[in-house]
Every structure is written in C-alpha cells, then in structure tokens.
C-alpha cells in the first residue's frame, strides 16, 4: 500500500476512533453517576488527547522517539496558533476566569518542567514519565475544585454530545469504546509506519514529518470542534479549552508514555528548534491574555497567531 494511502488512512482512523471514544467513555461515566462536569473536565480531555497518546506510545516502541516528542509538540504549537488563531479569526474567543487563574498558569509549569527535564536528561525518563501523571492528577483536581466553586457548568458543543451519549445502550456504550481504541490502535501503527516510510523517500528527518503533517492530523478533532463552535457563536468556547488540551498532550501523552518506556531525544532540534518555538508561542499567548487584549483572542491576535504557525512551518521545512 502507497505510505501516502496508508498515512490518510492512519489520519481517518486517528479521527474516529477519538470521536468513538470519546462517546463510549463519557457514556459509561454517565451512567455510573459521574456528574457532567467531571466528565468534561477530565474524561473528555483525555480521551480527545488519545490520538497523540497512541501515536506517541506506539513511535516509542517503535524505537521513532522523534516522532513522540514532534507530535507533542508539534500538536501544542498547532492547538495554540492554528486551531486558536482560526477560530480567533473567525469571532474573537473570550477568556474565562479560570483561563487567567489556573489553565495558563498550569500550562506554563508544565511547558517550563517540560523544557528542563529535556535539557537535563536528553529526554523523558521513566521516573519524570510518573512526574508528569502526578502533575496531571494535581491539575485535574485543582480544575474541578475550581469549577466547583465558581459553579462552572460545560456547555460547549461536545458537552451537549455527552448528554446524547448518555442516553445510549451500556452495550452500545462499550461497543463505541472498544471500537475507538481498536481504530486508534491501527491508526496510530499506520501512521507511524507511513511517516517513517515517507521520511525515508523524500529524504527527510521522521521529526519534521510529525511536528507537521502528523501534529496537524492529531489535532484535527480539536480544529474541528472549534470552528463549528465558532460558526456556531458558541461564546462559552475560551481559549482555556485548548490550553488544558496542551498540559494533557505534556502531562498524560508524555507521562503515560515515558512512565512505559524511556523517551530520549534523538534528533537535537527537537529541543533546540522545535521546543524553543513551543515555549516562545506559549508565552506570546501568554502575552494576548493578560496584556494585550480585554478578556479575549481578538481577530488582528488570530492573524498574527496564524502568521507565526506558517513561519514554523516555513523554517522547519527549510
């Protein structure tokens, strides 16, 4: 099979089985009495995070750790300057309390912790790998303590999937489960073999293939979401959404991973490169949250987010 088929194929695969578990796993929560807000505070963040988890964890066994880190890291450069910079673009996204508080704040820690343990180790170990799950827990606490208390209730346009999916059978429930990590499974063996293959052909790093056609295919369910949200008018859609898609893909995806087997760098422009422009575009947003704008991601910051997503790729490709 042409490895270009068989990356399409891994992509649509990557897509559904997210979306399938996604329902089956809010659907059972549901039914076992876990409040909604739960549910979409972490059930849902985790599992929209599985696409880049099941890549990562199969390029890692793999012996692909570039492929790992690129998607990653890729991905949150993608979330932060294509998905946020479209939707900005699109209506101007407002920023929630608990954005300024919590979300931001978080997201930097965990970019910051992320950067040095590369420095330092040259990679993820195993016992950083725990770290970061430790971190993730502590967040998600913190995050429905928060919620909580300012009487936070999810609205969004996945949420009101949820309340569908919970009307669903228990069997079709698990069925929509099994069947949404049987195709991340597949999807994720056949889009690390399509990109390693396609590396090879056109005389490339695997690197610069996932932290651009890989990062950008993990990250379609979140670009998606956001856009018909955004057509939608959907105000209760903040920019903290896709910040707590960020910590996940650093925290769970890399945290799960490592704590398996041992992430090390292979390729040094994954630090040297790739992460500096990460943590760069993190503290630009940084900068449109608590300076530039009045409690929202204007259009003219969306242009500009935009802008800095396509010089990445400019120079990563070049």
């Known amino acids: 099979m042409s490895p270009t088929i068989l990356l399409i194929l891994g992509l649509a695969l990557l897509f559904f089985g997210g979306e399938f578990l996604v329902r089956g796993s809010v659907a059972i929560a549901l039914k076992m009495r876990i409040s ?8 849902v963040s985790f599992a929209t995070s599985a696409p880049e988890l099941f890549v990562s964890l199969q390029a890692v066994l793999d012996g692909s750790s570039n492929i790992a880190f690129g998607n990653v890291i890729g991905s949150n450069i993608a979330n932060i300057t294509l998905v946020l910079g479209v939707t900005a673009v699109i209506f101007r996204v407002k920023i929630s309390k ?18 040095a343990v590369l420095y330092f180790f040259n990679g993820v170990p195993v016992g950083v790998g725990f770290l970061f799950i430790v971190m993730l827990l ?16 999810s609205a969004t ?8 999916a919970s009307h669903d059978p228990v069997y079709k429930s698990i069925a929509f489960l099994l069947a949404g990590i049987f195709l991340l ?14 590396a090879k052909n056109f005389g490339i790093s695997d690197r610069i293939i996932a ?45 799960v991973t490592a704590s398996i087997k041992e992430i090390n760098i292979i390729d040094a422009k994954i630090f040297t490169f790739d992460y500096m422009w990460m943590i760069a575009i993190t503290l630009i947003v940084g900068l449109f949250i608590y300076t530039f704008s009045k409690s929202q991601i204007s259009r003219k910051e969306g242009i500009v987010l935009l802008l800095i997503y396509i010089s990445y790729l400019y120079f990563s490709l070049s």
Not at 236 to 244: C, D, E, K, M, S
């Open 185 to 198: 499974k597949f999807g994720a063996d056949f889009l690390v073999d399509s990109t390693k293959i396609l």
């Open 36 to 43: 909604t807000l739960v549910v979409g505070m972490t059930i």
């Open 138 to 153: 502590l967040f998600a606490w913190l995050l429905i303590l928060t919620s909580r208390k300012d009487n936070l209730k």
């Open 211 to 255: 932290v651009t056609v890989v990062a950008i295919g993990t990250s379609v369910p979140e670009l998606a979401t956001s856009i018909i949200a955004a057509l939608k008018k959907e105000d209760n859609l903040a920019v903290g959404n896709l910040i707590g898609s960020n910590i996940f893909n650093i925290l769970a995806v890399l945290g």
């Open 98 to 115: 608990q954005t300024f508080t919590l979300n931001y704040p978080m997201m930097l820690l965990a970019s910051i912790v992320f950067g």
């Open 157 to 164: 346009e996945e949420d009101e999937l949820l309340e569908e």
